[in-house]
């Protein structure tokens, strides 16, 4: 089999079955849509939507000094995580630059689940194993040992409850606890991408089919839909979430990003990237550098990564992402645009799309927020 074919998820013969558009990602082949992307994006948000993550990328760190080793190669403090909680915090290089964000489940005091984005799994196993050194602790791929398939919306937790053994109701947003889903092991986790409530079962590859099923049977009478990667984006840029290789990259700090509150200098020991995070964090501070905002669209034109965002006849930033937005019914966009231009409201901004300036309203992130 050539390196160069895509992995196939635990899962790919049902995606198949039920006629999703496949696409490669991250050397992926995963789900793109299975109908209409409009239709699984409104099922999020309204009712429930089923997704495959297995893409993602399980690193586990056991070891009497694996909070020490994490708190040296992560920018948070991971040391101060309990036992059955999680935690949103991003590796970054020397430079302050970030590798990729991620998420640390403390599954027990001297061991941790670390999910990195598909793209950047070998590059954070790598970094990880790399600064192990010194460290009483081990870095493990498990990414092999894992499917992940996600449960999103406001009906999850009745329809997640009907298949599980465990207390949802005591499981707070960015926690996570073992227990049995359709009769076998799982993690599970409340936590997302869609800025919905929902669930994030890690279960072993050779049960996924099972758990799959038996959310689809619990679920579709409470309108629960399978879910492909397209809506996935859609909902994230709704809620206003960034996603690697658009609103972060290497050439970018959390603090570029509006992301700074993720980095803690005040945490025992050094941590990688410490002194030029030290720099760029006073940088934001007395001139801040161009801010992430969103854009609506006045008209109907949809914008993309890259597309230049302008006033006054002059680029004054760049479209990360964008696409049209279900729930608001208008084209949507991330940006990074000048400081001067970032206040909500602020008149004469645009985007060009090749070579029409097309009139956008500033707005504060997200543009949707669910109701609690």
Known sequence: MSSNAPRHTALDALHRSLGATMTDFAGWDMPLRYGSERDEHLAVRTKAGLFDLSHMGEITVTGPEAAALLNHALVGNIATVGVGRARYTMICQEDGGILDDLIVYRLADDEYMVVANASNAQVVLDALTGRAAGFDAAVRDDRDAYALIAVQGPESSGILKSVTDADLDGLKYYAG?????????????????????????????????????????????????????????????????????????????PFDAGLGRVV??????????????A?????????????????????????????????????????????????????????????????????????????????????????YKRQK
């Open 177 to 253: 606890l073992p227990g049995t889903v359709a009769g076998v092991p799982a993690l599970i986790a409340r936590t997302g991408y869609t800025g919905e409530d929902g669930f994030e079962l890690f279960v072993a590859p050779a049960d996924a089919e099972k758990v799959w099923q038996a959310l689809t049977d619990a679920g579709t009478p409470a309108g629960l839909v399978p879910c492909g990667l397209s809506c996935r984006d859609t909902l994230r840029l709704e809620a206003g979430m960034p996603l690697y290789g658009h609103e972060l990259t290497t050439s970018l700090t």
């Open 264 to 277: 803690k200098f005040e945490k025992d020991g050094d941590f990688v990237g410490r002194e030029a995070l």
């Open 279 to 367: 720099e760029a964090a006073e940088r934001a501070a007395s001139k801040p550098p161009r801010v992430l905002v969103g854009l609506i669209a006045e008209g109907r034109r949809v914008p993309r990564a890259g597309y230049p965002v302008v006033a006054g006849g002059q680029v004054i930033g760049e479209v990360t992402s964008g696409a049209p937005s279900p729930t608001l019914g208008k084209p949507i966009a991330m940006a990074y645009v000048d400081a001067a231009h970032a206040a909500p409201g602020t008149a004469g901004v645009g985007v060009d799309i090749r070579g029409s300036h097309e009139p956008y309203e500033v707005v504060a992130l997200p543009f």
